[in-house]
Every structure is written in C-alpha cells, then in structure tokens.
C-alpha cells in the first residue's frame, strides 16, 4: 500500500484540532449557559444550605467574566440548626475557574454589603429529625462538572447579628460591624471590628475587633475588645453551647451605669474587675457571675449612715468621703448579688469590713465592721466605751448591722450611739448628784430619772 503523504497527516492535524478547539468551545459555551441556568442557582442554594443546616434562596446571578452577582441570599435554619433567619443584600463571588480541573468550584473571594442574622440555641445533629437531605445525583453531561464547592474569604462591609435565648429572646446582639469569615477546616473563622454590642441589662459596648470561630454545634469567641463609655476597657473570650461560659475583664469602668438611680447622687468611681459567667441550656435564667472588683478614685457622699456619724460626731468629712480603695468579690445568681470580703478605707477617717446581699427586689443584708479615728470620737461621749470598743490598726471598730431596701436601708449604729451618748450623760451626771448635800441630791435624781428617755436611756 501507498504510504500516507505528509499532507495528509498535517490535514489529519489540523482536523483533530479543529474538533478539539470546537469542542472546547461548545464545552465552554455549555459550562457557561449551565452557569446562567436556574439548576445551578439551585445547586448553589443546596450547597449553601447544606453547610448552613438551613433551607436558602440565591436571587438571579448575573455574570461579568469571572465575577458573580445576586442581589440577595435568603434563609431560614432548619430544626436543630443555630441558624434561625438571615439575610444577606449585594453579593459579589469572584470565581476561580482553573479549579474546575481539579474537581471543584473554587470561589476565592465573597463580598456582601449587608448582612443580617439571628441565631438560637444549637441541637446536636443526631436529635434533629430534620436534617437537610442530600441532593440527588446529577444526570447527563452535567455528572462530569464539579460537585464539590471550595469557598475563600467572605467580606462584609455591615452585619447586624442577634443570638436567641431559650425562649426566643434577644439577650445579644451585635451591630454595625464588619466581618472577615473563613473556613476552616469543619468550622468557620470569624474576625470582626468596629460596631455596637448591646447585651440585656447592660450599658452599650463599643466594639474594637474580636476574634471567633463557628463550628456545628458551639460558638467560641476567642478574643473581644471592647470599650464602654469614655474611659472603660472590657476584653471578653468564652463558649456557647450547652453548657455556655464567658470570661471577662475590665478596667476603668465608670460605675454610673451599673448603680440604681436613686444611688448614682451618692456613690461614684471607676470599677475594675474580673468576671466568670455561667449559664445552662435552659438559659440566662438560671444564669451565675462570680468574680472580683476594685473601685478607683471612689467618692461616697450623702449616705444616710455617715450623714448620721457626721451629726454625732460634729465631723463634716463623714458627709463627703473619697474612697482610696475599696475591693471584694461577688457572687450573682438568681437575681440576688452578693458581696463578700469587702474593704472600704478612706484614709484618716473610716474603714469598712464586711459582705452584703442585695436581693432581686432591691433588700439588704449586711453585716460589717467598722473602724474610725480616736479622733471622730473625742466629742462623741460614751462612743470608744460603749461602741467602739476595740482598738487596731489605728482605728476604733464595732459591728453594724444595714437592712431595709437600697431606696430605704435602715442600720443599727445611730440609735446605739444615741444610747450609748444618753447613758454617759446619766453616767456623769449621776456622779455629779452623787457629791451634793442630801435634799438636793434627792430632787435632782428626781429630775434625772426625768431626762432618762429623752437621753436614750
């Protein structure tokens, strides 16, 4: 036979190549009307879904090149899910095509304007009994493209997120932030920064950045700046799961915010301290705080019992009280604060020992130990005799017990100095009627069993 002439291979060639160039682009041109279709909006929706244990619905994509456009991802968590709603307006996906060889849709990078979502308590996976469902397999050509998504950064310009109580209640929330998420590995890295966070009966906390990650079943907050008012300084790490704890401290707090109305005229300063909070499933409810506070550059003035001292004792500094340290540690838990190892000194004047409990409806509890100078008392007669009757570390100390409300509180040392004054005043008069001639003796003890009452007695 006739050997094949070299024309006819380089036809053959170029024929070859001409089916593959054809193909390539027909393939292209089915890839790309595949990615305008609805089918793979909707593999995209199931995909989305899948990771977020929540049924999701992607507007229209429109494509520029490589570029991917929607104007909003709409969801709503199944049971079991964290997830409960979110929405997000004006994504934009820029796509990385070369890893359709490798098997995957890679998206490398994910931009959102607005991003909203509120959350709830988890279930484990094995108590949802309503799980998302695998997709079915694909069919035709279309089982040859990639199944499998790859996603890199998601950028959001503003989030606003709300975290769900057991009882459907918003007890967080953050607000106006902006979030940088990768995954990683099973979980999902969340970096944060600028924005508001508001947690129930608490002041609003300006957000510096924070640090996250998360997984299926629990939130972990690695790391949170945060500043509240003008000088205070709080950091804040922990878990949300089950069994939830967080970790925070804070420095130059000023305490406004944190005492009753009717007692912010009265006590004021700058808080540091520690905290440890504790809540189960069931909630915030049942909910506990134990830590440690120290209060700066302290001021107390126009507290009914010092007024009271002020008047006994004829010293005006009892009326107005800095505060050089006052410390102690807290416990709270059903409502009721309470206090313990509490130290209260201002300087030359007064030092106070004790523990306090402050009850959900605003009742106190005290019991304390309090010193003041031999000085306060050298016009106060029977005082050091009969009530301030133990002498150490330069103070004179008794036992005072505060009760009442914190609108009312009610304490036992002014009616205990007001017997005690009334009984040195008998005391010394009665030493006095005691060198008088018979008759006069007599009328003026007469006169002084008289006085008694009024004294105290």
């Known amino acids: 036979m006739p050997r094949p002439s070299r024309l006819f291979w380089w036809l053959s060639l170029g024929g070859l190549a001409v089916v593959l160039i054809v193909a390539l682009v027909a393939g292209a041109a089915w890839v790309r009307s595949f990615l305008r ?19 999701t619905t992607y507007s229209p994509f429109r494509w520029e090149g490589s570029s991917v456009f929607s104007d909003s991802l709409q969801g709503t968590g199944l049971e079991g899910s964290p997830v409960k709603t979110f929405r997000a307006d004006q994504l934009r ?13 890679r998206v490398d990078e994910i931009s959102v304007g607005y991003f909203e979502g509120t959350f709830r308590q988890p279930v484990r996976v094995a108590d949802s009994p309503t799980a998302p469902q695998p997709t079915a397999s694909p069919s035709g050509l279309r089982k040859y493209l990639p199944q499998r998504f790859e996603l890199g950064t998601l950028q959001v310009a503003q989030a606003r997120l709300g975290f769900l109580d057991s009882k459907d209640q918003e007890f967080l929330s953050v607000r106006d932030s902006t979030l940088k998420l990768r995954p990683d590995g099973a979980s999902w890295v969340i970096d944060g920064q600028r924005g508001t966070l508001l947690v129930r009966d608490l002041p609003p906390l300006a957000i510096d950045s924070f640090r996250s990650r998360l997984q299926r079943e629990a939130f972990f907050l690695t790391d949170a700046q945060l500043r509240l008012g003008e000088t205070g300084k709080v950091t804040a790490s922990g878990e949300f799961a089950g069994n939830s704890q967080m970790e925070v401290e804070w420095q130059q707090v000023d305490i406004a915010p944190f005492v009753p109305v009717d007692w912010r005229s009265h006590v004021s300063g700058f808080l540091s301290g520690t905290s440890v909070i504790k809540w189960p499933a069931s909630g915030m409810a049942a909910a506990t705080a134990t830590g440690k506070f120290e209060l ?44 313990t190892n509490v130290v209260a000194e201002s300087k030359g004047l007064l030092r106070v020992e004790g523990n306090c409990v402050i009850t959900e409806d605003g009742r106190l509890q005290s019991n304390l130990r309090v010193g003041v100078t031999p000085q306060t008392l050298q016009w106060l007669p029977g005082s050091r005799e009969r009530v301030f009757t133990v002498a150490e570390n330069g103070y004179l100390w008794t036992n005072v017990r505060v009760g009442g409300t914190l609108q009312n509180p009610e304490e036992d040392l002014s009616a205990r100095l007001a ?3 009334g009984d040195e005043v008998i005391k010394q008069g009665t030493q006095v009627i ?7 003796k007599d009328g003026a003890k007469k006169a002084l069993d008289l006085l008694s009452p009024l004294l105290g007695r």
């Open 296 to 339: 700066k550059e302290g001021l107390i003035q126009g507290v009914p019992v010092f007024e009271q001292i002020a008047t006994f004792t004829g010293a005006p500094q009892f009326r107005r009280m800095p505060l050089q340290q006052m410390t102690g540690d807290y416990t709270w838990a059903g409502g009721t604060l309470t206090l």
């Open 37 to 55: 279709s609805e089918d793979f909006r909707r593999l995209v929706d199931d995909k989305t879904g899948a990771a977020l244990r929540s049924e």
């Open 419 to 421: 017997v005690a004054m």
């Open 93 to 105: 996906a820029e796509v990385n095509w070369r890893a359709i060889f490798d098997g995957a849709w």
């Open 434 to 440: 005691e060198q008088l001639p018979g008759g006069v």
